[in-house]
């Protein structure tokens, strides 16, 4: 099932059962959905079923890669690193 909606600039963009697009979000909505799904991780893993941890494995993959695909030169923390690359 899809339907229509407004994203955060009021354009109109195609929603379907497992979300929008990430082509379809703005910057600052693939930042808001990544926090939520970052926030949720560990009781959907824990106490999810089986469907609900298939979809937000796959839903966090989608964000996180359209977030790699816009930002490819992100800042790394050198002190984040935990061996020399």
């Known amino acids: 099932m899809t339907d229509a909606r407004l994203d955060s600039a009021g354009d109109e963009t195609v929603v379907s059962e ?3 697009d990430p082509a379809g979000l703005a910057d600052d909505d693939l930042f808001r959905e ?3 799904l970052h926030r ?3 009781q959907t893993l824990r106490h999810g079923p089986d469907a ?3 979809n937000h494995l796959r839903r966090t993959e989608e ?3 359209a977030y790699l695909s816009r930002y ?3 800042e790394v ?3 984040r690193l935990t061996q020399d690359f």
């Open 18 to 20: 497992n979300g929008i």
């Open 34 to 36: 990544l926090a939520s």
């Open 40 to 42: 949720t991780r560990l």
């Open 52 to 54: 609900a941890l298939a």
């Open 63 to 65: 964000l996180e890669n």
């Open 72 to 74: 490819p030169g992100r």
């Open 77 to 79: 923390d050198p002190d």
